[in-house]
C-alpha cells in the first residue's frame, strides 16, 4: 500500500489536516476557542459492519491521543449500504454541510465526493488505481484537493495469479468477479484481465455482480465448459 502526501493541512491525522494549530501565542491575546472542524466520512457498506467500526474507533482513539474533544470535533458519517445510487446524494449532503474534509472508504465514494466539490480536501482509502480513475495526477504529486492512500491493484495481479496456480496447477480458465458501478472493482478487473492476458494467454471470463441476486448467475456463468 503506498501513502500520498501533499499540502500542509494533510497531517498526521484527519483531524489534522482541517485545523491548522496557531504558529505563535501572545500573552496580551486572549486564549481563542478551539473552532469546531466537521470529518466527513461516506463509505459503500454498512455503518454497523465491524471492519468500519474496528477502523472508526480507531481514528476516535487516536483523536482523543491527540487532544481532540467532542466540542471541538463533528463527524458527519453516511453510508450507501450497498446501493450505488446513494453515493451522489450523500457527497451532496457532505459537501452541503461545509465538511472541513471529506473522507472516501473507495472508489465509488471517492468518485461521488470528487464530483462535487474541488476544494474541500478528500481523503482517499482503498483508492484500486487512482491516476487511471482520474482522482490523482501522479503519486508523487497527486495535486487537487485529493490525497490518501492506494491499494495499488496493479502490483498484486501476479501474486494473484500465483495463489491460484498453488490451488489449482495448470488452471486454464479464472473467472473474474467485479461490479461494474463501482469504478474500483471494474478498473482492478480491466488490470487482471489485461495483464493475465498479456502474460499468460489463459481463459478469463469476466462476470459482472450488481446485487445479491446476482452471485447465484455468476457461478453458472463461470462453470467448466463442456468438453
Known sequence: ??????????IATLAGAAWALPQRAFAQTPPQTPKLVRVGILLGG???HPTYVSYRDAFLQDLRRRGW????????ERAAEGRAERFAEHAAELVASQVDV??????QAIEALKAKTSTIPIVMLGAADPIGSGF??????????ITGVTNQFDEIT????ELLRELKPGIERVGVLYTPSNLGSATGMKQ??????KWLGVSLVPVPIDKPEDIEAAFVAIEPEPT
Not at 503506498?2 to 500542509?8: D, F, G, I, S, T
Not at 490523482?136 to 484537493?145: H, K, Q, T
Not at 487482471?192 to 492476458?197: E, K, L
Request: aromatic residues 6%; hydrophobic residues 40%.
Open 1 to 10: 500500500m503506498r501513502v500520498l502526501m501533499r499540502r500542509r493541512e494533510v
Open 46 to 48: 454498512s455503518l454497523s
Open 69 to 76: 474533544e467532542g466540542k471541538k470535533l463533528i463527524i458527519e
Open 102 to 107: 471529506a473522507v472516501g472508504t473507495d472508489s
Open 136 to 145: 490523482i495526477a501522479s503519486l508523487a504529486r497527486p495535486g487537487g484537493n
Open 158 to 161: 501476479w501474486k494473484n495469479y
Open 192 to 197: 487482471f484481465v489485461d495483464n493475465m492476458r
